[in-house]
């Protein structure tokens, strides 16, 4: 199969199983769009129990081979990967950013991001060194000796979300793989296109037949890959509410589950601030891919003077966004990826509205260009005067929305942020030493930022996440050497 780079219709897309792309026996078939322009560029197959159980005979069967293989030898299979990539990196920003709705810079950023996930795999040869051994461990028993191994488990699912549709599986793919496991992958149904095609490149890279494949489909999909009885662990990205629901149904089957879920990201915006700086990170780190991360701010809360100092200065800055279609040079920030997601955004901005919030900037009557107003876009909104308990200071919007709190001190600030029901950054923008040391210890979050747009732990840190950010013990990234392997202690002695 060969998917052709922005094509204007990608057609019935395949599955990829035992290192060829083949037709889906499936349940139904879904529509994939290129949000700019609200038109279907793929129809996407609801693949069914019969797809997952070829795809995980297939892992299996790679699996029994694959796990024998010295792990230098598997780590040389990631470095044509990564040379494919790089290849084919402006292909995939692309193909990203027409599916996702994001711009070629966003997309860009993304290719970039999956590299580095390649390039923190290519160590795990030196971390799979932390083998232990002891010799003449028994005391009066001087020939026994006890020694840590680690081993690959098996079969992994990886069920990913919408808005990073190739790095967030590639989070997990290549350590996964090269600690001597084989995956499937299930992509979020909205844009699978790029990483469907994307397992061309493993195939291109050598990998042997059933290492990686992928099903597409939707929840009944991700249920059967976490029902399969040989699917040893399961590796989760996407909502909250999802992976409530996944972190239960995997672990009550004995499997191994990792849940990076939604977010509430709070930003404590102090007096003493440095003013331009401050505002263009604020900005994007709220505005930049339409707020559909998982890592961008969630609300502001100004301290005391701070909102009189920098909230206008906000709205210049927003009111200079340009919104419009993705692949167009000029965009600064494209569409949502779907009309369900817009939807429920402005459903949000209109509650908070009925609450008592008020509109410094109205997303919904920004104006797109005539020719793509069938698009999913929503222009940046800012809402005033919120309080900390409405729904749109609690929950999460993923879309292009600032709602500001006021508080009159850190501490007040301190306590609005921790209030919320999600874990995953903390952000404050501070010159003061002092403010930003004790919003690092006491804000109860995976990722602090200070003074930064977007608190992301780049591949050779670990991704934490608190309270419902996160569901399961060992973090994704650089803990993924716990996750993927299982340790074994052998105890030996010879006469
Ligand atoms: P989602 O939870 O709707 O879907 C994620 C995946 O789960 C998709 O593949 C989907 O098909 C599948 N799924 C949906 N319902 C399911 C069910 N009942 N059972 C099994 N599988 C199911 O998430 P989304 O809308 O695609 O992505 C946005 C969410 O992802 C946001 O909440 C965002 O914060 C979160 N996210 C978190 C991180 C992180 O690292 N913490 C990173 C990116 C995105």
Redesign the pocket.
Known sequence: MSLKCLSENYGKLLNYIDGEYVEADYVGLLKSYDPGIGRVIAEVPVSSSRDVEVAVSSALEAFKKWAQIPIIERMRYLIRLRSLIEEKSEELALMIAQNVGKTIREGRGEVQRTIEAVDSALGLPHLFMSVRKLMNVAGGDPEIDMEMVREPLGVFAI??????PVM?PMWFIPMAITLGNTVIV?????DPVPITYFMKLFKDAGYPNGVVNLVN???S???HL?EHKDIVGVA????????E??YSAASSRGKRVLC????KNPVVLMPDATPDQSVENIVTGFFDMAG????APGLLITVGEAYDKFVEMIVNRVRRIKVGYQLLKDTDVGPLASQK?RHKVVGMIEKALEEGAETLIDGREYKIDEKYQSGFYLGPTILDNVSPDMEIARE?V?GPVMPIVRASSFEEALEIANSRMYG?TGTIYTSSGKYAREFARRMNAGNIAVNMAVAQPNQFFP?P?RKK??YGVLH?QTDALDFFTDRKVIMQRWW
Request: proline content about 4%; some cysteine; glycine content about 14%.
């Open positions: 069920i990913s979300p919408f808005n990073f967030i299930k992509p979020s149904e909205l489909g939707d929840a999909t991700s249920q976490i989760f990205v996407g909502s909250s509410s999802v992976a629901k996944i990076q879920a939604g977010a559909q991360r998982c890592l997601g999460e993923f995953n991704f996440g950010s996160f994704g």
